[in-house]
């Protein structure tokens, strides 16, 4: 199954959720893992 293309605009909403205090730190995690934030970061990366 192939993964959807991550959302830099959604993992900042988990990431300001987390900021705000508004969701616990696994949650926030469990939201950037399945959000695609390592794919993310390692396009970066190559750049």
């Known amino acids: 199954m192939e993964r959807p293309t991550p959302d830099p605009h959604k993992l900042l909403i988990y ?3 987390w900021e705000k205090g508004e969701t616990p730190p ?3 995690m469990s939201n950037l ?3 695609g934030l390592r794919d993310l970061l ?3 990366a190559q750049d």
Request: charged share 50%; hydrophobic share 25%.
């Open 15 to 17: 990431w300001d959720e």
């Open 26 to 28: 696994g949650r926030v």
């Open 33 to 35: 893992k399945t959000g």
């Open 42 to 44: 390692e396009r970066l």
